[in-house]
């Protein structure tokens, strides 16, 4: 039974690391209506270049600046040469646009600062804490207390700014919102480069985790079911999806492994979603739209 | 002016329904086929055929599969190296199980695994739609190749899941020669695309599109909807399946499961975007973009002085181009390279006059 | 509502206490009225009246909570989409709803799906019944077009023709299936008084030429008037009103919710 339940923790606390891609790729899906394949390529991105500057021997916080700064800067090119040029177009048309984008965006970075793997150290232990009998990694807590005050932050800027106001008004109704004179291009920019800061943060956790590497940029894939069962529009959504896949699939890894042979963690959050789908097509927290004739 | 259509004119359904409704396109796919059953063989070398053309017909085919279940039907899928390796190995095992099964009716066996495959993971499009059907699909390329890659049976109990080309006869005639298997790959690549345009154009093709275009409509027309996606699934995954085991043997000789992973489905995305959504031809003219770019752009890279580029950088360059394509198609011309040929033959039918 | 048709009329349709709600919100509450067959019928009401709701509870697309609906004598409690086009229900949505990426002639063509006999696999291999019966699906195709004046547009993309053209086109799919009950939702919506005239022509002769029976939704009063042998008036879910146009335009109740004054 304690096996199981530091099982379970080990992987709702991985799981943290999966909602953190996810809240990213909400906060684009609702404001611009992207499904955002280069949510991953992002965090990868943020992460190789905070590490680089920070090899380089920049400081701590003036590399976090920095990296935050070519966050915004990709959010500009992305609003100029892909969102605007792509706006009205089919939902299908701006996934593949960023399925490209993902491409430029790894590529670039690889370019840029090579494809080692760099080690990164944010100077928290990563020893275990006896909590309850039970041992649990201090660097998880972190990260799981980073989100949290990650998502306080950000349902703070949604719900107590004017920028969160107009955010919501465009979620809500793009032509509307262009009515009563909100800046779309404006929001579109914004909301990319806070996707971006998510994704440093969640690159930083992970990349201080598994070294940062191209293989970060893959995270998007285990983002996609989270989503599914989350609903593509909610971020406590995100969190709860993000939590049962990482938690689901740590449990099946270790007790269906054995049985059916290991590796299965590939492709059984996938199953997972497929299963949620077919029980609840949209999600835990999202509205089955009514189809209108 | 020489390509004039008057005098040309249809007095029966029939031959208003023709692919090729006038007289001079007729001759030029004549004279296409010519040249490419005979005069490529005797032109050719090894290079061209081993390491451009082979990859460049078995791309198109794989292209079309995709193109039948995206382009037409318009079922969003990022599984088709999967279905691509299903085919590979369910023609292997055929080959190796069966003994005396001819080359051909393995490989059709193969692609007929591979569409039961795609059926199964396309069960899903009854009930969910657009992205969310990406999850059935990635699904399948994780699945596919975890599972061929841990059960030995598939691959004959070899080191790491790696299957090798059995024989290449057809008839008695060996085909193993680099100009062999050319003529292996054009053959089924023709017929196969022979039968799907057919496809498109039947009552099916039809019945796809309506699906793509407003699937309630296509309801209320009367449409089955979960038999008309079953059957984009299906066929889609015999054209990927037959691909898969041509890629596999004509191609690359030996393969193993991680050959066939989630890059090569991007791959073929790519082609058809390319290429043109929905455009049989652009199959042909992506796959084509698809291998001649990267050989371009390093004979491109190689002209610049040495030590300006470093060889690592070649790769995340093309990675780049190919991103930006992409985006550069997709905004531009969302319907591909097809659309660019229809062009040029709109203004070739009315030159010299502009209008 | 007095129902005050001709004793003995052969009714295709019949709705009995139609009932559609949707996560609580009623649309249509208890809707009872039946269609004879050969007739032209109009549904009117103010927006948000439950007009569009019916008409999707017709042909499946909506299934009902509450009642019956019988259809050419045989009764149906849920009906899909398919079920109902099977059956000889064809219809026209109010935001067209046609194959944007497909010629004029390929959207004729899918009305016709249900008139085929011959197999995929015989199409994709051209053998069998294939061959012929495309020339047959393509001569009824080719009477449609040619019926409702839209030859000069057999090839062209629907979604490059203008609005009026692409009502036109949608009704020559709908047509296209030979139904036995034509479901029109808005025909005439944003035409101008020409188009509209012409409208009306086409689905007149529909109706006498073929023996189509239609069921239409329309907010042009005079078009209605004009055209139908028998409206039903719906507010708020509710019918208040049913019977030929003369009887339906002198109701008090009807007047009252929807034409406001005496003409």
Request: positive net charge; contains cysteine.
């Amino acid at each position: 039974m304690e096996f199981f339940l530091e099982v379970l923790l080990g992987g709702l606390l991985a799981g943290v690391m999966y909602a953190l891609v996810a809240i990213g790729f909400v906060l684009i899906y609702k404001a611009s209506g992207v499904f955002n394949f280069a949510q991953g390529a992002m965090v990868l991105f943020s992460a190789l270049t905070f590490v680089s500057l920070l090899e380089r021997g920049v400081p701590f916080w003036l590399a976090f600046v920095l990296s935050l700064a070519a966050m915004v800067l990709l959010a500009v090119a992305v609003e100029r040469v892909v969102l605007r040029p792509l706006v009205n177009r089919p939902p299908i048309t701006l996934f593949m646009a960023t399925l490209g984008l993902s491409y430029v965006i790894e590529g670039f970075a690889q370019a840029l600062w090579g494809a080692q793997v760099h080690g990164l150290e944010l100077g928290i232990s990563d020893e275990p804490l006896e909590l309850g009998g039970m041992l649990l990694s201090q660097f998880d807590i972190f990260a799981a207390v980073t989100a949290a005050l990650l998502v306080l932050a950000l349902s703070l800027l949604f719900n107590k700014t004017r920028i969160g106001l107009s955010l919501r008004a465009v979620a809500d109704d793009p032509l509307a919102a262009l009515a009563v004179g909100i800046r779309l291009q404006r929001v579109w920019v914004l909301v990319w480069a806070v996707a971006g800061f998510v994704g440093l943060v969640a690159g930083l956790l992970w990349g201080a985790r598994l070294g940062v590497q191209f293989s970060l940029s893959l995270v998007v894939l285990k983002a996609l079911p989270v989503l599914i069962i989350g609903g593509f529009t909610s971020i406590s959504g995100a969190i709860v999806g993000g939590l049962i896949i990482g938690a689901s699939e740590k449990l099946a890894e270790v007790y269906l492994g054995p049985i059916i042979g290991g590796g299965i963690e590939n492709w059984f959050p996938y199953v997972l979603a497929l299963l949620f789908l077919l029980v609840r097509p949209a999600g835990i927290f999202g509205e089955r739209a009514i189809e209108r004739v | 002016m020489f390509y004039q259509e008057s005098g040309q004119f249809s007095t029966r359904y029939a031959q208003d329904r023709r692919v090729f409704r006038l007289r001079q396109d007729r001759y030029g796919l004549v004279a296409l086929l010519l040249v490419a059953f005979v005069g490529v063989p005797y032109l050719g070398n090894d290079y061209w055929f081993s390491a451009i053309l082979i990859p460049f017909l078995v791309l198109s085919l794989a292209g079309l599969g995709l193109n039948l279940l995206t382009g037409y039907a318009g079922q969003l899928s990022l599984g088709s190296a999967a279905f691509m390796a299903v085919g590979a190995f369910a023609t292997y095992n055929v080959e190796l199980r069966v003994p005396g099964s001819p080359l051909l009716l393995s490989m059709a066996l193969g692609g007929g695994v591979a569409a039961l495959v795609a059926v199964l993971f396309g069960l899903p499009s009854l009930r969910i739609k657009g992205f969310y059907l990406l999850v059935s699909t990635l699904a399948a390329q994780f699945f596919v190749t975890w599972a061929l890659t841990r059960f030995s049976w598939f691959s004959n109990n070899s080191a790491s899941g790696v299957i090798s080309a059995p024989r290449l006869e057809i008839l008695g005639v060996d085909l193993n020669s680099p100009v062999g298997r050319y003529l292996l790959t054009l053959s089924v690549v023709v017929a196969l695309f022979w039968l799907g345009k057919n496809l498109v154009r039947s009552e099916l093709g039809r019945n796809w599109m309506a699906v793509r275009d407003m699937d309630t409509a296509a309801a209320v027309m009367g449409i089955a909807l979960f038999k008309t996606k079953l059957l984009a699934f299906a066929i889609s995954g015999f054209f990927l399946g037959v691909a898969g085991a041509l890629w596999a043997f004509t191609y690359l000789g030996t393969v193993e499961p991680h050959g066939f992973d989630l890059n090569r489905s991007f791959q073929i995305l790519f082609i058809i975007i390319i290429g043109g959504l929905g455009s049989i031809l652009g199959n042909f003219l992506g796959a084509a973009f698809i291998v001649l770019f990267p050989v371009l752009l390093s004979n491109l890279l190689a002209l610049l002085p040495t030590g300006l580029i470093e060889t690592g950088q070649i790769e995340n360059l093309q990675k780049m181009a190919f991103g930006a394509l992409i985006i550069v198609f997709l905004v531009k011309e969302p319907e591909g390279l097809a659309r660019l040929w229809q062009k040029f033959r709109e203004r070739a039918r009315l030159w010299p006059l502009r209008y | 509502m007095a129902h005050t048709q001709a004793t003995k009329v052969e009714h295709l349709l019949v709705l009995e206490n139609i009932g559609l709600s949707f996560k609580g919100v009623k649309a249509v509450t208890d809707i009872s009225f039946a269609v004879a067959a050969g007739e032209i019928c109009a549904l009117i009401g103010p927006n948000g009246a439950g007009k569009s709701s019916l008409l999707n509870v017709i042909n499946g697309v909506y299934q009902a909570q509450q009642g019956r609906i019988r259809f050419a004598g045989e009764e149906h409690r849920r009906m899909r989409p398919h079920d109902a086009a099977v059956r000889g229900i064809a219809r026209t949505f109010q935001n067209i709803a046609l194959f944007k990426g497909m010629s004029v002639l390929d959207n004729v063509l899918t009305g016709r799906t249900l008139k085929r006999r011959s197999s995929w696999i015989e199409q994709a291999l051209r053998i069998g019944r294939a061959a012929g019966e495309d020339d047959r699906q393509r001569e009824a195709a080719e009477r449609i077009i040619d019926f409702l004046h839209i030859q000069p547009w057999r090839d062209t993309l629907v979604g490059k023709l203008p609005y009026g053209l692409q009502k036109r086109v949608e009704l020559a799919r709908a047509l296209a299936a030979e139904p036995r009950l034509l479901l029109l939702d808005e025909p005439m919506a944003g035409m101008n008084a020409e188009e509209k005239l012409q409208m009306s022509r086409f689905i007149v002769d529909i109706n006498r030429e073929l023996g189509t029976t239609v069921v239409l939704i329309e907010h042009d009063i005079g078009v209605v008037m004009g055209i139908c042998d028998h409206v039903v008036v719906l507010d708020y879910g509710r019918k208040i009103g049913d019977g030929p146009p003369d009887e339906v335009r002198q109701n008090p109740e009807v007047i009252a919710a929807y034409l406001g004054t005496r003409h």
